[in-house]
């Protein structure tokens, strides 16, 4: 163990002490024996007030999970919250029984349940895990850290930042009000009927829908105004501060857990290098600023100077000014005070970088065996999407499969595909061996091709990762069949 790695495990135990979770990922990794895993209620104060949450807790504290890449993922899942919910292990690929969607097969967990998660961890990765329903709103979510050989042996720091936007408001009002006053009703979702075809725009077919309707049409960036924006569970008006080496060298671990909220992460003047996306390994790319659309991960190597000091980190809200962030600190550096709003707005999310990123793994090339076009509409008056063509998307085991989707709305949808990774092949028609993921943003009128090989038997969700998008219709199933 070198002495990087001797000083992150030493500022783990002390993260997050206000909060009363730790983010620090203190791994309780023991072979062959389970993990105790609780989602329960906990306390945290934003803004000044007291705000009751979820979250998911080891039995010492520690928030979330931290594995073995090639172990196995051997976890007892127990429910403490009083009402039933359920966890979706976001990034990893499960058997399909296991993937925590409610009654995508298993039901949901009653209280006090224990429910027993045994399969491989996989390859290695940043990753997460977060409740499938409305209670996503409420920080029912956590990192879910999956360290390689190699990771162990770099002489750098990580630093995990979880993403999030909060409303002291309940999820099921916020829904009631995007809809004009009806609600879906209940924490939970019907996952069985979204995308089933069951709501289409009214004329809508397989073909586009005629350009001029979208002429003159605004793009909606953000339909609920939040309390607050968070990383790892506080504002900037009171960030997390994590102590760094002089000249040392971070890797950032960057989640966006929230549920309607895209940011950009401004690294400021140390600069970055982004390595993975969405826990998968890419050719470096160099930027100062990163997108990152809900459910998406970003990682990044940052160098610090060797005379030390303090850099704020900084998490952008689309068309917005708020932000929030966490700050690097050398011993003794001084921390100034930051406002959680800046006096521009963050941009607006493109695909752009995207466009730039190559995987350090790709698919391997050949045919598809199945070809999918899938339109994505919907519209803020009724508060309705969906996704027309996506009624029976079918694959089987090692068929290669494309879907092409088509952005028909005027909202950004980050489409995220369960059980399986894909490689971005197109964007706007231009062909390219794009980043391999598993969350790829569809801005308004874009169109991005997808590619990957069918999994494991059983019906794998492919949604919008906007948590009220999904609610309102916009999720539909692969079926993967033996």
């Given at each position: 163990?070198?002495?990087?790695?001797?000083?992150?495990?030493?500022?783990?135990?002390?993260?997050?002490?206000?909060?009363?979770?730790?983010?620090?990922?203190?791994?309780?990794?023991?072979?062959?024996?389970?993990?105790?895993?609780?989602?329960?209620?906990?306390?945290?104060?934003?803004?000044?007030?007291?705000?009751?949450?979820?979250?998911?807790?080891?039995?010492?504290?520690?928030?979330?999970?931290?594995?073995?890449?090639?172990?196995?993922?051997?976890?007892?899942?127990?429910?403490?919250?009083?009402?039933?919910?359920?966890?979706?292990?976001?990034?990893?690929?499960?058997?399909?029984?296991?993937?925590?969607?409610?009654?995508?097969?298993?039901?949901?967990?009653?209280?006090?349940?224990?429910?027993?998660?045994?399969?491989?961890?996989?390859?290695?990765?940043?990753?997460?895990?977060?409740?499938?329903?409305?209670?996503?709103?409420?920080?029912?979510?956590?990192?879910?850290?999956?360290?390689?050989?190699?990771?162990?042996?770099?002489?750098?720091?990580?630093?995990?930042?979880?993403?999030?936007?909060?409303?002291?408001?309940?999820?099921?009002?916020?829904?009631?009000?995007?809809?004009?006053?009806?609600?879906?009703?209940?924490?939970a979702m019907d996952h069985s009927v979204m995308g089933e075809g069951g709501m289409k725009m009214q004329g809508m077919t397989n073909e586009a829908p005629n350009m001029d309707m979208m002429a003159g049409m605004a793009m909606d960036l953000n339909?609920?105004?939040?309390?607050?924006?968070?990383?790892?569970?506080?504002?900037?008006?009171?960030?997390?501060?994590?102590?760094?080496?002089?000249?040392?060298?971070?890797?950032?671990?960057?989640?966006?857990?929230?549920?309607?909220?895209?940011?950009?992460?401004?690294?400021?003047?140390?600069?970055?290098?982004?390595?993975?996306?969405?826990?998968?390994?890419?050719?470096?790319?160099?930027?100062?600023?990163?997108?990152?659309?809900?459910?998406?991960?970003?990682?990044?190597?940052?160098?610090?100077?060797?005379?030390?000091?303090?850099?704020?980190?900084?998490?952008?809200?689309?068309?917005?000014?708020?932000?929030?962030?966490?700050?690097?600190?050398?011993?003794?550096?001084?921390?100034?005070?930051?406002?959680?709003?800046?006096?521009?707005?963050?941009?607006?999310?493109?695909?752009?970088?995207?466009?730039?990123?190559v995987a350090d793994k790709p698919l391997a090339i050949r045919n598809p065996d199945r070809e999918y076009m899938i339109m994505l509409f919907g519209n803020m008056s009724d508060y309705t999407w969906g996704m027309q063509g996506a009624e029976n998307?079918?694959?089987?085991?090692?068929?290669?499969?494309?879907?092409?989707?088509?952005?028909?709305?005027?909202?950004?949808?980050?489409?995220?595909?369960?059980?399986?990774?894909?490689?971005?092949?197109?964007?706007?028609?231009?062909?390219?061996?794009?980043?391999?993921?598993?969350?790829?943003?569809?801005?308004?009128?874009?169109?991005?091709?997808?590619?990957?090989?069918?999994?494991?038997?059983?019906?794998?969700p492919l949604h919008c990762h906007h948590l009220y998008h999904m609610a309102s219709g916009m999720m539909s199933f692969v079926k993967n069949k033996a």
């Amino acid at each position: 163990m070198n002495r990087r790695q001797i000083m992150g495990q030493m500022l783990a135990g002390a993260a997050f002490v206000a909060s009363g979770a730790n983010f620090g990922m203190r791994s309780a990794w023991a072979q062959g024996a389970a993990t105790r895993l609780s989602i329960v209620k906990r306390t945290i104060e934003i803004n000044g007030k007291a705000a009751s949450v979820f979250g998911l807790l080891q039995a010492d504290g520690t928030h979330g999970l931290r594995l073995d890449a090639h172990s196995e993922f051997n976890v007892d899942l127990t429910n403490e919250i009083g009402e039933p919910t359920l966890v979706h292990w976001h990034g990893l690929t499960p058997p399909w029984e296991m993937d925590g969607v409610p009654d995508n097969p298993s039901p949901m967990l009653g209280n006090m349940e224990t429910r027993g998660y045994v399969f491989p961890a996989g390859t290695g990765g940043t990753h997460w895990m977060h409740a499938h329903t409305l209670q996503e709103q409420n920080l029912l979510a956590a990192p879910l850290i999956v360290r390689t050989a190699d990771d162990e042996k770099a002489d750098e720091q990580e630093v995990v930042v979880l993403l999030h936007d909060f409303s002291f408001t309940p999820a099921e009002e916020l829904l009631a009000k995007l809809k004009g006053g009806s609600s879906s009703g209940g924490m939970a979702m019907d996952h069985s009927v979204m995308g089933e075809g069951g709501m289409k725009m009214q004329g809508m077919t397989n073909e586009a829908p005629n350009m001029d309707m979208m002429a003159g049409m605004a793009m909606d960036l953000n339909d609920i105004e939040y309390d607050a924006y968070l990383a790892n569970d506080r504002t900037l008006a009171d960030p997390e501060v994590i102590q760094v080496e002089n000249g040392g060298i971070v890797r950032l671990r960057i989640i966006n857990g929230a549920t309607a909220t895209a940011f950009t992460v401004d690294t400021g003047v140390l600069g970055g290098r982004l390595i993975a996306v969405d826990g998968q390994d890419i050719q470096p790319l160099d930027a100062r600023l990163f997108p990152i659309a809900m459910g998406q991960r970003l990682d990044i190597r940052l160098r610090l100077p060797p005379e030390g000091g303090s850099w704020p980190i900084l998490a952008l809200r689309e068309g917005g000014c708020q932000r929030t962030g966490i700050i690097l600190k050398t011993a003794g550096a001084d921390v100034s005070k930051l406002a959680d709003t800046g006096e521009t707005t963050g941009p607006v999310l493109n695909l752009n970088m995207e466009s730039l990123l190559v995987a350090d793994k790709p698919l391997a090339i050949r045919n598809p065996d199945r070809e999918y076009m899938i339109m994505l509409f919907g519209n803020m008056s009724d508060y309705t999407w969906g996704m027309q063509g996506a009624e029976n998307l079918i694959s089987k085991p090692g068929e290669r499969i494309e879907i092409t989707m088509h952005n028909m709305s005027m909202m950004s949808h980050p489409m995220h595909l369960h059980g399986h990774h894909f490689q971005v092949v197109a964007i706007n028609g231009r062909r390219f061996s794009g980043a391999v993921r598993d969350t790829v943003l569809m801005p308004p009128m874009s169109m991005v091709t997808i590619a990957f090989d069918g999994g494991g038997e059983g019906n794998w969700p492919l949604h919008c990762h906007h948590l009220y998008h999904m609610a309102s219709g916009m999720m539909s199933f692969v079926k993967n069949k033996a």
